[in-house]
């Protein structure tokens, strides 16, 4: 007996959507290995620095001050909230 057309479609249908559940797990791996990636370079760049553990909160208040950002973004959140 021949397979319908619909059912051809309804095959195509499942396959694609499988490759995109593929695909979907592939780029959720790889935005973990980028964000891995990222935090190793940031840990690797204050190491390189040389600055003590206690007074790194300090320059890094410091730095986001004279960027001008003034606690936008990127801070924890609910910070800059009562400016």
Do not use: C, F, W, Y
Not at 8 to 34: D, F, G, P
Not at 51 to 61: G, S, T, Y
């Amino acid at each position: 007996m021949a397979t319908s057309k619909s059912a051809k479609i309804q095959a195509e249908m499942e396959k694609v959507k499988a490759k995109i559940s593929e695909a979907q797990a592939k780029l959720k791996e790889l935005e973990q290995k980028h964000r891995e990636a990222e935090n190793e370079e940031i840990v690797d760049i204050v190491r390189g620095m040389s600055v003590p553990l206690d007074e790194l909160p300090l320059l890094l208040q410091k730095l986001r001050g004279a960027s001008g950002q003034g606690g936008q973004k990127s801070g924890p959140a609910g910070e800059g909230a009562a400016e």
